[in-house]
């Protein structure tokens, strides 16, 4: 075991790790940041996603020690302030971007790097960028329909041409 | 996951040195290993990491190569290689998803070699030359076969050096659930001929389809592929597509990739 220091969510923060803990068990055992899921543990389904030196990685994916001194961003980490929702996480909330919500944390911190890189995607480019983050209840419209709107963009047209 | 120590180096020579103990490998984005020593598949005593090698990292051109740092990420390579040398670029931006293409790297695709990899059919169909810390390799004598390369115990990919084409393409067939390659095939025309290189498809892995070469440089267009077949044999048969689906699909993704590039 060996003291392990990093930048999350804007705070200097040291827990034990081993040279095979993974981030996400290292946030999640170490640190008691349970919000970021792990969901398959392969890689695949990007409910463990967060932001390693600004940018998304699946965090069951990555070694904890890899990290070291990396400023670390997760879901705990994307509210405002004052402790309200984000515009983001807000969206997902106003157009019902979540079931029963296990995906949640990793779409939140992808679609977030979207909306940096790309502040106005069009529905394809939401599509695209999400290929890996996986849900199993929503179907993803109302997720893509979130990501639109916290982007500002008018989604009141969106899907209607399909139903 | 079994136990291992952790180190990372910052300089490539120290890297090559802590690669020299006994049970020690290297680990780059570590996409693929991570899920492989997750599932007991591979026991290192050591795992040395290649992330905070910063002499690793980068895309420059040097004439009429572009020179890619083997720890570049998918990403940097979607970014940077664009305008350079689109073909590399859009491959790039279709491997894995975008959190694993921020983490996944050139030289760690290369040096695992998986037979269904994209990278490998870029670094083969343009003839590109893998350095390493003590040598260079021809793409043609780098892969030689499954999970299996010309780089020695210890030995770590610096760069890769890819000559830039006039035109190429990289068209996919992608495997919906895990992404990788079905079959993917790397179309490069230069002005002394064209290159062709399959990946996903051999159990061979990589492969350069030689038929499909000389008649792209006698047309180079689709229809000069109209008559061609890859055989049968040698092809990958699982539960994702048969031997027979996969060599047509190299027939499809051939024309598709010189469509793109034409």
Not at chain 2, 23 to 47: D, H, M, S, V, Y
Not at chain 2, 121 to 133: E, F, I, K, Q
Request: net charge negative; with cysteine.
């Amino acid at each position: 075991m060996t003291r392990l220091s990093m930048k999350v969510n804007g705070r200097t923060v040291s827990a034990e790790a081993e040279g095979r803990t993974l981030l996400s068990a290292f946030l999640r055992q170490g640190l008691g940041l349970t919000g970021t899921h792990v969901g398959c543990d392969t890689g695949q389904c990007g409910a463990c996603v967060v932001h390693v030196d600004g940018k998304p990685v699946k965090s069951c994916n990555v070694l904890a020690m890899d990290t070291a001194d990396a400023e670390v961003t997760t879901i705990e980490g994307m509210a405002n302030a004052d402790g309200s929702l984000s515009v983001l996480q807000q969206a997902f909330q106003d157009h019902h971007g979540l079931q029963c919500g296990f995906c949640t944390p990793g779409m939140v911190m992808s679609a977030a790097a979207l909306l940096e890189e790309n502040p106005t995607p069009s529905e394809a480019e939401i599509r695209h960028y999400l290929e890996g983050n996986i849900c199993r209840c929503t179907g993803y419209h109302n997720i893509v329909k979130a990501v639109m709107a916290a982007s500002g963009q008018d989604v009141s047209q969106l899907g209607v041409a399909a139903e | 996951m079994y136990a291992f120590d952790f180190v990372k180096p910052s300089s490539i020579d120290d890297a090559v040195k802590a690669l020299s103990a006994e049970g020690a490998q290297p680990i780059a984005g570590g996409q693929t290993l991570i899920p492989t020593l997750k599932a007991r598949l591979n026991a290192p005593e050591t795992l040395v990491s290649l992330t905070g090698i910063a002499e690793l990292k980068g895309v420059c051109r040097d004439g009429d190569v572009l020179v890619i740092g083997a720890g570049t990420s998918h990403a940097a390579v979607a970014r940077d290689a664009a305008a350079e040398f689109p073909g590399l670029a859009a491959l790039a931006l279709q491997i894995g998803d975008p959190a694993v293409r921020n983490r996944g790297t050139l030289g760690g695709s290369i040096a695992n070699n998986d037979p269904a990899a994209c990278y490998p059919a870029a670094v083969l169909a343009t003839g590109a030359t893998v350095v390493t810390d003590r040598r260079e390799i021809a793409a043609d004598d780098f892969f030689q076969g499954m999970f299996t390369t010309a780089l020695e115990e210890g030995e770590i990919v610096t760069s890769v050096r890819f000559p830039i084409p006039e035109v190429s393409a990289y068209a996919k067939f992608a495997q919906p659930a895990s992404r990788f390659a079905l079959t993917g095939v790397f179309v490069a025309k230069f002005a002394e001929g064209v290159r062709v290189a399959v990946t996903g498809a051999s159990e061979d892995g990589v492969f350069r389809w030689t038929e499909a070469e000389e008649a792209l440089v006698r047309s180079f267009a689709p229809e000069a592929l109209a008559d061609l077949r890859v055989p049968d044999g040698g092809m990958i048969n699982d539960l994702h597509g048969t031997p027979a689906y996969r060599a047509h699909l190299v027939g499809v993704m051939t024309r598709r990739a010189v469509k793109a590039a034409s």
